[in-house]
């Protein structure tokens, strides 16, 4: 009995792994045993040893035609219409009454062989979610006073303090609240290169913690984190069909109906008009019956299609179906959000100028104090540069009003203030500000935030928001695509135009408000078939809907995830060439394959109606063009 026990233990993870083996492989290891029995059968038969042939030739029917059988008898049931698979068991059972065995297990064969190909490109398209599922960590350490517990991720709270140790990945998403690392985000943004991660930056679930110890405080629940939204996100892409898909779907009941009801006449027709022999009419028929099945046109676009889906997953382009992929192809206008988008998002404070009787100080830490209520960018880097000033303490301002897309209202010390931009605080008085300094400062591109109290105009602050570096090489790699680039900024005239021209898009509109952006996507629409929108996902996400295709930024921000039909998970804007030429490159793939497997479809047709096809020529023909055209989609897979 002592040595029984081991032995059991050591069987178990063997039987484990070959249960995995079949999981994974069963459609291949099944059809390679058919085309295995299949050969020792046509082997038997050329020794004239009949029944032992037929009976390796049932096996082989079995083994390698119970997967697509049991599929299509399965989606017959369901949807109350016959499909290929129907048609293909009908044809292999029809070359047997015949007496062509050989043929009728070859159309298994290989028909199992184009499932199993099929299943591979569905498994391989699934690798990067198995991948990040497996990054997600089961255990983390958590902080309770000085004392360490180490924990399950499903226990964990909002609010907890965790422990990430060096070499070791982020239980949860959170914030920094001590310590200095490098993170690896490869994971999430696809950026190979270490990030500096310091108090109050966010870390995400899945990254791995490269240098010093830190300790995060919990944002998100486990099964709400960017890591969980990313994988829910691929997954729904892959179960969402593009209208290719959708109508060689609905096209196929039709056409299975069409060819059954051709084959029906066959089965008569030519016997008397053409006067064919029966074995020679039925033998006709039966070839009809695999030549003309759709089966290469149905796997003409779904391959591709997960395999691009599957390549954009790997560079960081998540597209949220196969509806966006395929509309991206047909894109001729493609519109920017400046902030963020075009631009870095953090502006810096350049210049600060205030009436002549204005203390500069005074006056800046009475703008800092009502700024940091707000959630602008503009705001947290005017907070930043008064913050970064030494000696200068903010208070607390008695009220707060904030004014989507011109600015706020604070009152601070019994004196009312506004701070925002021209047409908040009078354009005409802030124009004639300090000799028309404005004017100066918006032509180099700066952006201008005023401030206006119950006597006038009180000074103004000067940010420059800084062009990506890609962003250039970006407008110029879709403008290459022969795709028109707008930006879009609620900034005045001057600062859009400076933008615009070191950004070199074809057209910028300027000072639109939020609620505008969805005015301005529409007048797009109408002078261009297909347009994008690219933002940020919280203030243009109105934007991001009308547009044909919405294009989220932001490093995989919920927001982002959530509002866009494709999302950029690094900052990295010439990721977009990269999925419209993926797009493209798919569309032309689907093309050739539909073009192929129609063309293939219809010359086998009349190869059988002159009788100068047979059976196994007929059957490699079909099928042989069914793997054909599934290879042909995955090469998507590569980069």
């Given at each position: 009995?002592?040595?029984?026990?081991?032995?059991?233990?050591?069987?178990t993870?063997?039987?484990s792994s070959?249960?995995?083996?079949?999981?994974?492989?069963?459609?291949?290891?099944?059809?390679?045993?058919s085309g295995?029995?299949?050969?020792?059968?046509?082997?038997?038969s050329?020794?004239?040893?009949?029944?032992?042939?037929?009976?390796?030739?049932?096996?082989?029917?079995?083994?390698?035609?119970?997967?697509?059988?049991?599929e299509?008898?399965?989606e017959?049931i369901?949807?109350?219409?016959?499909?290929?698979e129907?048609l293909m068991?009908?044809?292999?059972?029809?070359?047997?009454?015949?007496?062509?065995w050989?043929?009728?297990a070859?159309?298994?064969?290989?028909?199992?062989l184009?499932?199993a190909?099929?299943?591979?490109?569905?498994?391989?398209?699934?690798?990067?979610?198995?991948?990040?599922?497996n990054?997600?960590?089961?255990?983390?350490?958590?902080l309770?006073?000085d004392?360490e517990?180490?924990?399950?991720?499903?226990?964990?709270q909002?609010g907890d303090?965790?422990?990430?140790?060096?070499?070791?990945?982020?239980?949860?998403?959170?914030?920094?609240?001590?310590?200095?690392?490098?993170?690896?985000q490869?994971?999430i943004?696809?950026?190979?290169?270490?990030?500096?991660?310091q108090?109050?930056?966010?870390?995400?679930?899945?990254?791995?913690?490269?240098?010093?110890?830190i300790?995060i405080?919990?944002?998100?629940?486990?099964a709400?984190t960017?890591f969980?939204?990313?994988?829910?996100?691929?997954q729904t892409?892959?179960?969402?069909?593009?209208?290719s898909q959708?109508?060689?779907e609905?096209?196929?009941?039709?056409?299975?109906?069409?060819?059954?009801?051709?084959?029906?006449?066959?089965l008569?027709?030519?016997?008397?008009v053409?006067?064919?022999?029966?074995?020679?009419?039925?033998?006709?028929?039966?070839?009809?019956?695999?030549?003309?099945?759709?089966c290469?046109?149905?796997?003409?676009?779904?391959?591709?299609s997960?395999?691009?889906?599957?390549n954009g997953?790997?560079?960081?382009?998540l597209?949220?179906?196969?509806?966006?992929?395929?509309r991206?192809?047909?894109?001729?206008?493609?519109?920017?959000d400046?902030?963020?988008?075009?631009?870095?998002?953090?502006?810096?404070?350049?210049?600060?100028?205030?009436r002549s009787?204005?203390?500069?100080?005074?006056?800046?830490?009475?703008?800092?104090?009502i700024?940091?209520?707000?959630?602008?960018?503009?705001?947290?880097?005017?907070?930043d540069?008064?913050?970064?000033?030494?000696?200068?303490?903010?208070?607390?301002?008695?009220?707060l009003?904030d004014?989507?897309g011109?600015?706020?209202?604070?009152?601070?010390?019994?004196?009312?203030?506004k701070?925002g931009?021209?047409?908040?605080?009078?354009?005409?008085?802030a124009?004639?500000f300090?000799?028309?300094?404005?004017?100066?400062?918006?032509?180099?591109?700066?952006t201008?935030v005023?401030?206006k109290?119950?006597?006038?105009?009180v000074?103004?602050?000067?940010?420059?928001?800084?062009?990506r570096?890609?962003?250039?090489?970006?407008?110029k790699s879709?403008k290459?695509?022969?795709?028109h680039t707008?930006?879009i900024?609620g900034?005045?005239?001057?600062?859009a135009?400076?933008?615009?021209?070191?950004?070199?898009?074809?057209?910028?509109?300027?000072?639109?408000?939020?609620?505008?952006?969805?005015?301005?996507?529409?007048a797009?629409?109408?002078?261009?078939?297909t347009?994008?929108?690219v933002?940020d996902?919280?203030?243009?996400?109105?934007?991001?809907?009308?547009?044909?295709?919405g294009?989220?930024?932001?490093?995989?921000?919920?927001?982002?995830?959530e509002?866009?039909?494709?999302?950029?998970?690094?900052?990295?804007?010439?990721k977009?060439?990269d999925?419209?030429?993926?797009?493209?490159r798919m569309?032309?793939?689907?093309?050739?394959?539909?073009?192929f497997?129609?063309?293939?479809?219809?010359?086998?047709?009349?190869?059988?109606?002159?009788?100068?096809?047979?059976?196994?020529?007929?059957?490699?023909?079909h099928?042989?063009?069914t793997?054909l055209?599934?290879?042909?989609?995955?090469?998507l897979?590569?980069?």
């Amino acid at each position: 009995m002592e040595n029984a026990l081991p032995k059991k233990q050591e069987q178990t993870p063997q039987t484990s792994s070959a249960v995995n083996v079949l999981k994974t492989h069963g459609e291949l290891i099944a059809a390679l045993l058919s085309g295995v029995l299949i050969l020792a059968g046509w082997l038997l038969s050329k020794q004239q040893d009949t029944a032992v042939s037929i009976t390796l030739f049932v096996l082989a029917y079995v083994i390698g035609g119970f997967a697509k059988a049991k599929e299509g008898i399965e989606e017959t049931i369901e949807n109350k219409e016959l499909n290929v698979e129907m048609l293909m068991i009908i044809a292999a059972i029809g070359a047997a009454v015949i007496g062509y065995w050989t043929e009728g297990a070859m159309l298994i064969f290989i028909f199992a062989l184009s499932g199993a190909l099929e299943t591979y490109t569905m498994n391989k398209s699934n690798r990067e979610i198995s991948a990040l599922m497996n990054l997600q960590p089961q255990e983390a350490t958590r902080l309770i006073g000085d004392q360490e517990e180490i924990v399950s991720i499903s226990d964990l709270q909002i609010g907890d303090l965790l422990l990430v140790k060096p070499g070791e990945r982020v239980p949860s998403d959170g914030i920094v609240v001590s310590g200095q690392t490098t993170i690896d985000q490869a994971a999430i943004t696809g950026e190979s290169v270490p990030v500096l991660k310091q108090l109050d930056d966010e870390v995400f679930a899945g990254t791995v913690n490269v240098k010093g110890a830190i300790t995060i405080k919990m944002t998100k629940p486990s099964a709400e984190t960017l890591f969980q939204k990313i994988i829910q996100l691929v997954q729904t892409a892959q179960s969402e069909k593009s209208p290719s898909q959708l109508f060689i779907e609905r096209f196929e009941g039709t056409y299975v109906k069409i060819v059954l009801s051709v084959v029906a006449v066959m089965l008569f027709l030519p016997h008397y008009v053409l006067g064919w022999s029966w074995t020679e009419t039925f033998y006709r028929a039966m070839i009809l019956l695999v030549v003309a099945s759709p089966c290469a046109l149905v796997a003409s676009i779904t391959p591709a299609s997960l395999s691009a889906i599957s390549n954009g997953a790997k560079k960081g382009i998540l597209f949220k179906g196969g509806v966006h992929l395929e509309r991206l192809s047909h894109l001729s206008a493609i519109a920017f959000d400046k902030t963020g988008t075009l631009t870095k998002g953090k502006p810096e404070v350049t210049s600060v100028i205030v009436r002549s009787d204005i203390n500069e100080q005074e006056f800046l830490v009475k703008i800092a104090s009502i700024e940091r209520q707000s959630n602008h960018p503009l705001a947290q880097s005017i907070v930043d540069f008064v913050k970064n000033k030494q000696e200068l303490t903010l208070v607390q301002p008695d009220s707060l009003e904030d004014v989507p897309g011109y600015g706020v209202i604070g009152s601070l010390q019994g004196d009312t203030w506004k701070i925002g931009k021209a047409d908040f605080v009078g354009k005409e008085d802030a124009a004639e500000f300090e000799n028309g300094i404005s004017s100066t400062l918006a032509s180099e591109g700066k952006t201008i935030v005023y401030a206006k109290d119950q006597h006038g105009i009180v000074g103004l602050l000067a940010l420059k928001d800084v062009v990506r570096t890609e962003a250039v090489d970006a407008v110029k790699s879709l403008k290459e695509q022969g795709i028109h680039t707008v930006m879009i900024t609620g900034d005045s005239e001057k600062t859009a135009e400076a933008i615009s021209k070191e950004c070199a898009v074809d057209e910028y509109i300027a000072e639109c408000l939020p609620e505008a952006k969805v005015d301005k996507i529409k007048a797009l629409k109408e002078k261009f078939p297909t347009v994008s929108m690219v933002g940020d996902g919280i203030n243009d996400a109105p934007a991001l809907a009308t547009a044909n295709v919405g294009v989220a930024m932001g490093e995989g921000t919920d927001v982002a995830l959530e509002t866009a039909d494709i999302v950029l998970m690094k900052n990295d804007l010439s990721k977009i060439s990269d999925a419209v030429a993926l797009s493209r490159r798919m569309n032309s793939i689907v093309k050739q394959n539909v073009i192929f497997s129609i063309a293939v479809i219809f010359l086998l047709i009349c190869s059988n109606f002159f009788q100068v096809l047979d059976m196994p020529f007929g059957v490699i023909g079909h099928e042989g063009s069914t793997i054909l055209v599934i290879l042909n989609g995955l090469r998507l897979l590569k980069s």
